[in-house]
């Protein structure tokens, strides 16, 4: 079995969520099933809501074939610029590891975008729509950034919409803006909103809603058990992947939240994955 992509977004300074993925899937139980981790994606918001940004960064740093595209709460650490969602002990950490410096060299390298011509993956962190198609002319500096790549999410009911969340965008849409990009067959992978998606194009250009169709189980690694949509990559079909949440820690004291979610792309016997992965951390097994 050829090497495995290590796929995760929104880690949101979660270090002991971001160690338990790497315990995890460099175990030789997870290699066995998936392939040795050849190559790690991260698709962006690295720092801010969670407690531990320079660790995270520090951590990142080590891994040997990191790519990372920049999240909207990247951007906004390396400016400066305030985003909600943050407590008291989150924006106390961030102001430290800003003061340190540590981050510098490494979280502005983030791609605003990136593509794999060969395996057929495109990825941003919020979506793939070049701005300069959506945003209207006149936009002020806050409206421009808002309709980038960073902050565009998949609109829930169709319509194509701005408003001060970001920019709302039909699948149709992310799909038409790649496929002059990459071959048929293509996979866009995104994440941003913290939480599961999956979507096919077929030939005919119908897209249709397939997360929940998707075949699921459940396997153990280091004594942890691993949940699995599987979602095969069929020929001549293209796929919008959004991942969920992989660093909560942020949210854990006022909303429960405990999983983190990551995923892997993967060839087995001539067909190419996405698993769509995710386990239950236990606050108690991990830095508080």
Request: glycine share 12%; net charge negative.
């Amino acid at each position: 079995m050829r090497g495995c992509t290590l796929l995760f977004s929104d880690i949101h300074a979660d270090i002991g969520a971001l160690d338990a993925i790497l315990k995890v899937t460099h175990d030789p139980g997870f290699s066995g099933r998936f392939g040795p981790v050849e190559r790690v994606l991260n698709l962006g918001d690295v720092v801010e809501r969670g407690y531990h940004p320079c660790e995270v960064i520090d951590r990142l740093r080590s891994l040997h074939h990191l790519t990372s595209v920049m999240g909207n709460h990247d951007e906004a650490f390396i400016c400066g610029s305030p985003v909600s969602g943050s407590d008291d002990r989150s924006e106390t950490a961030s102001l430290q590891c800003r003061a340190q410096g540590t981050w510098e060299g490494f979280l502005e390298k983030g791609y605003n975008y990136w593509q794999d011509d060969e395996a057929r993956l495109f990825a941003a962190h919020g979506g793939p729509i070049d701005p300069e198609k959506i945003c209207p002319g006149e936009a002020d500096c806050l409206t421009a950034w808002l309709h980038g790549r960073t902050w565009q999410r998949i609109s829930r009911d169709g319509r194509r919409y701005f408003d001060w969340s970001g920019y709302h965008y039909p699948p149709e849409d992310a799909f038409a803006a790649v496929r002059d990009a990459l071959d048929p067959g293509f996979a866009i992978l995104c994440g941003h909103e913290h939480s599961e998606a999956a979507y096919e194009e077929d030939i005919n250009g119908s897209v249709t809603d397939v997360l929940y169709g998707l075949q699921k189980s459940s396997f153990t690694v280091k004594g942890r058990r691993i949940d699995e949509k599987l979602l095969p990559l069929l020929e001549g079909r293209n796929y919008l992947v959004r991942l969920g949440l992989a660093g909560p820690e942020g949210y854990y004291s006022y909303l429960g939240w405990d999983r983190s979610y990551f995923g892997v792309y993967y060839e087995k016997d001539g067909q190419r994955y996405i698993s769509l992965l995710s386990f239950l951390l236990g606050r108690d097994m991990v830095p508080p």
